[in-house]
Structures are given as C-alpha cells and as structure tokens.
C-alpha cells in the first residue's frame, strides 16, 4: 500500500512540474507570438495534432540532418574530385603538348638539316661530275648577248 502513496505523490510532482513548465511556455513572448497566428490557434484547439506535429518534427530532424549532411559532403566531394580531375587532365593535356611541340621541333630540325644538306650537295655534286652544265650556265650567264647574235 505504501508504493501507490508514494505513486501518487510522485504522479502529484510530475503534474505541478508540467503544469509550471506549461505555464512557463504559454507566458513566453516568442511562444505567445506563434499562437496568436491562425495556424497557433488551428493547433491550440487540436492538442492532439499538435503533439503528432511536434513528435514528428523532433524525430524528422535527425533524419534531414543527416541527409543535409550526406548532401553536403557529397557536394564538397564532387567539387574536390572535379578539381583533381580537371588538373589531372590539365597534366595529360600539358604533357601531350609537350611531347608534340618537341616532336615537331625535332621533325623541323631534322627536315632543315636534310634540306640545307641537299641545297649543298647538289650544287656541289653537279659541279664534279657534270661540269658542262654548271660551265654552259655561268657562260650564259656572263654572256647572254653572245648567244642571241
């Protein structure tokens, strides 16, 4: 018999203690301010809504926490890997032009060296072994009017 008066007393404690916390809550000027809107009042008049409406904003708040969470990580990762992405092909990029300007420097150097070797060659070559054209060329060159009389 003596747990349901003490029970009871403990029942008694717990009913001031929310009366005072309601009252604490109603006197809020913050509080006063959101009842005095009409969606306030719609949900003053239906208590039992507004219980259902605040237990599912408490427990609703974990859940979107870590979806903005998720979000917000997903989205830093994605900016991360697009930046180390963008540089790694910048790299690959770099390098093929790289490797093609000096291929084509060296194409160039070898083609002129090929070029010059064959303007020194065949001048010189014609001179050995076909003196006669090189000879008819300077004597028509010197002498251009000799020919036409």
Request: hydrophobic share 50%; aromatic share 10%.
């Amino acid at each position: 018999m003596q747990r349901n008066g003490s029970n009871s007393s403990l029942t008694q404690q717990l009913g001031e203690r929310w009366l005072t916390l309601m009252n604490r809550l109603q006197e809020d000027p913050k509080i006063a301010q959101v009842i005095s809107t009409k969606v306030g009042q719609y949900l003053r008049s239906r208590p039992f809504l507004a219980l259902a409406l605040l237990l599912f904003s408490a427990m609703a708040a974990l859940p979107v926490g870590v979806f903005l969470l998720f979000a917000l990580i997903t989205i830093v990762m994605s900016v991360v890997g697009f930046v180390f992405f963008e540089v790694f092909l910048l790299f690959i990029g770099g390098m093929t032009l790289l490797s093609v300007l000096s291929g084509i420097a060296l194409f160039s150097l070898v083609v002129s060296v090929i070029v010059t070797g064959v303007f020194v060659t065949i001048p010189n070559l014609l001179k050995r072994y076909y003196p006669h054209v090189t000879k008819r060329k300077k004597s028509e060159e010197e002498a251009p009017g000799l020919k036409q009389q």
